[in-house]
């Protein structure tokens, strides 16, 4: 469920069913060259802190036999890949690579999105919280909610946009301190023939060891 916000088409739209195939998948085109800017902002105890974020797709090559394309992330000069493959069964996450790793290194499939995307329906992923004060396991049920959202942000406003919730909730043990419950929301937007255009990670306990806050990440342009 890592849902890069760190780390974000035009689509044959049916009334209650949007079609994928492995060629031409709509809402995380893999197309080589294409460039997401970013700004990502951070609210942590009441505090905002912000960032920009920028998102390249790099050649397809071959990786643990599979044909892939890496992503590059450039965030406050620190770049890192991740390497999407893509099949009937979805677009997923299979390495990863910082500056520390010569190679790529390879990872459990992380799905970004399952095909085919059918309105109403749900998935349930495993991952780590992103607003806390430390990343604990959690597990989230994802719904598709609908293909019809409006969508602003300093890009612009995109129409038809895909829109995925997904919320969770986990425990976190501190000891003598006791025990923090957890609650966590995730919202994501795809834009038809752009990809993800907003990202919303709402993440919030009853304990103060763990915290609580908010990551936002909104598109401010995009280059083909």
């Not at 989230?140 to 909610?145: C, G, I, P, T």
Request: hydrophobic content about 35%.
């Amino acid at each position: 469920m890592k849902k890069r916000i760190i780390f974000l088409i035009p689509a044959v739209i049916l009334m209650f069913f949007v079609s994928c195939n492995s060629t031409d998948n709509p809402y995380y085109p893999l197309k080589e060259n294409l460039e997401w800017n970013y700004l990502v902002s951070r609210n942590y105890f009441g505090e905002e802190v912000s960032w920009k974020m920028t998102v390249t797709n790099m050649p397809k090559r071959e990786l643990n036999g599979k044909t892939v394309t890496p992503q590059k992330f450039t965030v406050n000069e620190k770049i890192s890949f991740t390497f999407y493959a893509e099949d009937q069964s979805g677009i997923y996450s299979i390495a990863e690579q910082t500056t520390n790793s010569p190679e790529p290194v390879i990872t459990k499939p992380d799905y970004l999105l399952h095909f085919p995307i059918e309105i109403g329906s749900t998935y349930e992923e495993k991952g780590k919280t992103q607003a806390l004060t430390t990343n604990i396991p959690i597990k989230v049920l994802f719904k598709v909610e609908s293909n019809k959202e409006t969508v602003t942000v300093p890009a612009g406003t995109f129409e038809n946009c895909l829109k995925i919730r997904g919320v969770g909730d986990s425990i976190q043990n501190h000891g003598i301190l006791g025990k923090a419950k957890i609650h966590a929301e995730y919202l994501f937007w795809y834009a038809p023939g752009i990809g993800l255009i907003k990202a919303v990670i709402t993440e919030k306990s009853n304990h103060l060891m763990s915290g609580g806050g908010s990551l936002t990440t909104q598109l401010e342009s995009f280059k083909k």
